[in-house]
């Protein structure tokens, strides 16, 4: 079964080039017939890994091409998903299934919501990749692949084809308890980096700071019945700062570029979580309202 990627940004491309070098059926989805242009034009995809580039001639079309879709991933940013998928909603095939790369939460369920006949797969990626350039993407960093069903069921039989693609992944039974884990950290983090205008590492200088966030944080994820996702949720946010310690936040990057942010489905939806549980977090409202007024100053959305 073909797989078509929507969005050839980092990890789009990350997939879709792994998955065509393995021999599988691809085809991206690109979003106009400029882009489309320039991707003939360029050849394919280049994937850069271990200092060695290959290009890949992976088949490439717009949305509104009439071939069915059995099997999506979506691998556009959070806020373009939605409208992304509704470009091609006539294509879906009755009981297709549609693979979620989104940062953060909300996104994935109003897809589900949109598209009920749809089996949604919800994916928490770890893997690092950035894009040099429009239409090369470099494999940054080795990680794993979290994926699962929300609504349960079993694992599906195409996971053979990561194998067969060298994609690492975990096929997860609770993937939500995953994504809201993953949020928690990236509200401790991101946001504290734009703000201080520093690499991830120099966020040690504000321990104290972290250390609210992260109580806050635990508070949340217990009272959205996710007790199994804090943990011990501060460690494994001053693990994640020591790691990636000369690395830039990839919000922080965002805004460096003037580009739109995630932060509606990252900061913005654990404040709205909270409220709508009638929880006090007085210190990530702050944090929200601080980022927002930093973003307008620069132009950019604020949601």
Request: charged share 20%; hydrophobic share 40%; net charge neutral.
């Amino acid at each position: 079964m073909t797989w078509h990627v929507l969005g050839a940004g980092a990890l789009g491309g990350l997939w879709a080039t792994r998955l065509a070098r393995a021999g599988l059926p691809v085809r991206l989805i690109l979003r106009s017939a400029q882009r489309l242009a320039e991707y003939h034009r360029a050849g394919g995809l280049t994937l850069s890994e271990a200092g060695r580039s290959s290009l890949h001639a992976i088949s490439a079309e717009l949305p509104d091409a009439s071939t069915p879709i059995q099997r999506l991933l979506v691998a556009c940013k959070a806020y373009d998903a939605e409208a992304a998928i509704a470009q091609l909603a006539q294509r879906l095939a009755p009981s297709c299934e549609i693979l979620l790369l989104q940062n953060g939460l909300g996104s994935q369920q109003a897809i589900a919501k949109r598209w009920p006949q749809a089996r949604c797969i919800f994916v928490s990626s770890t893997e690092g990749a950035y894009r040099e350039g429009a239409l090369q993407v470099v494999f940054a960093g080795q990680g794993q692949n979290w994926l699962g069903d929300p609504n349960g069921g079993t694992a599906p039989a195409w996971l053979d084809d990561l194998d067969r693609a060298g994609i690492p992944h975990i096929w997860s039974s609770d993937i939500l308890t995953r994504l809201w884990r993953k949020l928690a950290l990236n509200c401790a983090i991101n946001p504290l980096t734009v703000l201080h205008d520093c690499r991830n590492g120099e966020l040690l200088q504000y321990r104290q700071q972290l250390t609210e966030l992260c109580e806050e944080l635990t508070e949340l994820l217990n009272t959205c019945g996710q007790a199994t996702a804090p943990g011990d949720l501060k460690s494994e946010v001053l693990r994640v700062i020591d790691a990636t310690a000369a690395n830039y936040s990839s919000m922080y990057q965002d805004v460096r570029l003037g580009r739109r942010t995630e932060i509606a489905y990252l900061l913005g939806y654990a404040c709205r979580s909270a409220d709508s549980l009638d929880l006090a977090v007085p210190r990530l409202h702050e944090l929200h309202l601080r980022l927002r007024e930093h973003l307008g100053q620069r132009g950019l959305p604020t949601d």
